[in-house]
């Protein structure tokens, strides 16, 4: 399933999903820190969507509420809510 996710306060504009029977198969994030946003993708690729939730969710940037990673893992539930 392809999935587009637009985050928000984070400085990444866009996040492409491609998600498979729970399991992650790509991500993509548009903008923000380059190479951070390469890192995370390349380790969640591969991994169930529930584990990566749980690793990510909550994680902040600086003084942000929120931050790349925790987008992604809000996108990740949002994707799990659908498929339930």
């Known amino acids: 399933m392809l999935v587009t996710y637009y985050p928000k306060d984070v400085c990444s504009k866009l996040i492409k999903l491609d998600v498979e029977g729970g399991v992650i198969r790509s991500v993509e994030f548009l903008g923000g820190c380059a190479g951070n ?33 925790d987008q992604l893992a809000l996108a990740l539930k949002e994707i799990q809510d659908k498929a339930e």
Do not use: D, F
Not at 41 to 51: C, F, W
């Open 37 to 69: 946003a390469k890192g995370i993708s390349a380790l969640v690729k591969g991994r169930p969507v529930n584990e990566v939730i749980e690793t990510l969710r909550g994680i902040r940037c600086g003084l942000k509420r929120t931050s790349c990673p």
